[in-house]
């Protein structure tokens, strides 16, 4: 059976009552990893909390934390503090230096740009970068619920391209909520019918919901693990009679 | 020959502060299909609300079964009724009234 994954939620993380509200949502609503925007100087026993709570309700927790750099160095120094730190790196793709710096480098799992369409640096290069280094393209969906007229259909038109060379060029796509009340959740299904609009079909709809950011999650949980060595190497014994 | 139109009939579950009331939902239901898809691709929607109890906060629709996925999207991209948030999902889909009363009621 699919696993559905929610790789973007953001609760207000002070709010504990609306914490756990939208996680239940996420629960009933049919999904069983969900991620969640964290600060990147949150407190281990803050991140304890929440898996437990996650625990508790039935959903494994994904911690991700969202980078906004200005500039490339910036993103190689947060990469650098905090890639061992969270199980997700998304980076919010501002600029082109920084959006072509994300793409080529292997510690970035998810590229996300803002929904100005000019300002959405996702083409053939971004995509054969983002290929070689495993990185994902993300499509938050709470944007697209609250954008209107004009300004949606344009981002319709943009996505629509950005799904066609992301695809051409064998870069995952992510779908994600994105959202920061429970308002703005809907059904896996439902956002697989909504991401129908920017040409999505609805079988790789729903593997954007499940399987890619799932393997996301397993190579990094694999990469986290103080068993791993190197790609495909890891250590399966410790002790004196190995 | 014509051939018989098949339908699909979903259940949804409307999340709201306020009781949204029948009309209301079927305004906002057919405004998000029309926003979206515009009145040609609306025609061939077939959209027909069955019943909506306020109460419970359940609807049943009724449309084309080729039409189903722009029902969905329409039905995902409504955020708000008269200014109050609001969120709508299918609880499930079926070919006839029945057997989705059936599974899903």
Known sequence: MRRFVDLHLRPSLGDLNHLEKMIGKSYELGYRLVG?????????????????????????????????PKKPQELLRELRRLRRKFEVISVMC?????????AKDRRVDLLSFPTDS????????EA???SQALASLEISMALLLSLRGESRTRLFSRLRREAEIAERFNVPIVVSSGATDEYLLRTPHDYAAFATLFDLAKPLGLR??????LDIVK???????????????RIIKRGKNC | MLRRVRQRYLVLRIMSEETVNKED???????????LYGEYGTSQVNLATIEVDPERNCAILRCSHKALEMVRAS????TEINAKPVAIYVLGVSGTLKSLRKKFL
């Open chain 1, 36 to 68: 969640i925007s964290l600060p990147p100087d949150i407190r281990q026993d803050k991140v304890e909390l929440l898996k437990k709570i996650c625990n508790d309700i039935g959903v494994d927790l994904v911690t991700r934390v969202d980078l906004t």
């Open chain 1, 94 to 102: 501002d600029s082109k230096p920084v959006a072509r710096q994300a």
């Open chain 1, 118 to 125: 000019r300002r959405r640096f996702f083409d053939q290069a």
């Open chain 1, 128 to 130: 054969e970068l983002a």
């Open chain 1, 208 to 213: 954007a919901l499940s399987h890619n950011p």
């Open chain 1, 219 to 233: 190579r990094n949980r694999e990469k986290l693990s103080p068993n791993y060595v190197a790609l495909g190497v």
């Open chain 2, 25 to 35: 939902l079927i305004k906002a239901v057919w405004n998000a299909v029309l926003q």
């Open chain 2, 75 to 78: 039905l995902a991209s409504i």
